[in-house]
């Protein structure tokens, strides 16, 4: 495809697949970390071969097993005040987390451009990054 011809169609993504050493611990991971309902195991062509968890945007994520996997790098987007929630208890918890991708700030959070994140690894080993839109004044 080329040029910046855009369609008047609307697009929207439904689902993504994430490869997993341990489909259950990972998504297991995931929920526990940004509070959500559980997982639960994916209707469809092979039932329960995926781990299913909805989000708000009914985005779907499957997790499902696979020995060998590339790490990932998947990003979740947060309000301020769910973010702080998830901060204090990443640190109640001592579980480790970095203000970067490469792992060299431990325990620390990113500013950048009015949006506050940090980093995390699930089980499997993908990146895990936790950031809020921009904050507004009363989030502060």
Known sequence: M???????FNVALNHLVILAKDKRKTADFITELLDLDDATAADGPV???????????????????SKEH??????????????ETLLNKL???TRDFW????????????EEDGKKGLYVVCPSGHGLE??????????R
């Open 91 to 93: 640190k109640r918890e």
């Open 130 to 139: 936790i950031l809020t839109d921009l904050q507004v004044d009363n989030e």
């Open 47 to 65: 039932p329960g071969f995926f781990c299913c968890i909805r989000f708000d945007n009914d985005v779907t994520v499957l997790i499902a097993e």
């Open 70 to 83: 590339p790490a990932g790098h998947y990003a979740f987007k947060v309000t301020g005040e769910h973010f």
């Open 99 to 110: 203000a970067d991708p490469r792992m060299e700030k431990p325990f620390e959070c990113y």
């Open 2 to 8: 080329t040029g910046s011809k855009r369609s008047s």
